[in-house]
């Protein structure tokens, strides 16, 4: 079976006020990403940021959802905000073994930078890629505009690690490719947001416009048979499976293929 060239899914799927507008409004949460894996494909944890999941917690998730489902996850804060790459490797070892239980259904982890990690860390970054294992997908997202030069994409290309493309607030929106694939996430303006509401349960900004924008390049990468991977989280418009499937439809007015 070939493998699928577009994937969109939200990041997360534990939002309680998802209740009523995308899954059952008597679901519990144990059973949320059951009814999410019946609408889209693929998701991205965020809960991995916070804490290596345990073995029966990710065999639940594997059991949970159907075929031909994939996970995307973060690497641990642990690594990349507390330890920053540093002496890090036995949670690092843990964290792949444990995802690793997901088989086929585990997509590509993301390294997920806060903004005060600047270039200064170019070597600590070029001494850490090497000691990543073979057969994983890596992607490593930064929010410092500091980092986007030719040496940094390079380093990139050497070890063949994707690049995070944002859709945030400060960030330029790049078309850099890195590898074969990419992974892009729609983050928005979360401080905005939350001054403008607590819950999740519908749009409540239009991103029509910039989903505008971005179509059309996510449409060129897939012609040019690069895989995307593209994630909405609640800040962005303010419910992201309602985000995911407004761009779904926008991405259809392009009308080409997207499965290789």
């Known amino acids: ?38 609408r889209f494909d693929t998701v991205e944890i965020d809960a991995t940021w916070y804490r290596t999941p345990s073995e029966s917690m990710v065999r639940k998730w594997e059991s949970d959802t159907p075929e031909g489902f994939v996970f995307a996850a973060k690497v641990p804060s642990v690594i990349t905000h507390e330890k920053r790459l540093v002496d890090c490797q036995p949670e690092l070892t843990e964290f792949l073994r444990v995802m690793d239980l997901l088989g086929p259904k585990r997509g590509p982890l993301v390294f997920q930078f806060p903004y005060d990690f600047k270039p200064d860390q170019f070597e600590t970054l070029e001494k850490f890629l090497p000691t990543l294992p073979q057969g994983f997908k890596f992607a490593l997202e930064i929010r410092h505009k500091g980092w986007l030069t030719p040496k940094f994409y390079d380093l990139l290309r050497s070890r063949g690690i994707a690049l995070v493309l944002l859709d945030l607030l400060w960030m330029p929106k790049l078309d850099v490719l890195t590898t074969d694939w990419t992974y892009v996430r729609f983050i928005g303006d979360r401080k905005g947001i939350e001054k403008q509401t607590e819950t999740w349960e519908k749009l409540i900004l239009d991103r029509g416009k910039e989903m505008e924008e971005w179509a059309p390049r996510i449409q060129k990468l897939l012609d040019e048979g690069t895989i995307v991977w593209a994630y909405f989280n609640n800040h962005y418009a303010g419910h992201a499976p309602g985000s995911v499937e407004l761009f779904l439809e926008i991405m259809k007015k392009f009308g080409k293929k997207t499965e290789a």
């Open 1 to 38: 079976m070939s493998e699928k060239r577009l994937r969109v899914g939200t990041s997360s799927w534990s939002a309680d006020s998802w209740r009523g507008p995308f899954y059952p409004a008597k679901a519990k949460a144990g059973e949320f990403l059951a009814h999410y894996a019946r």
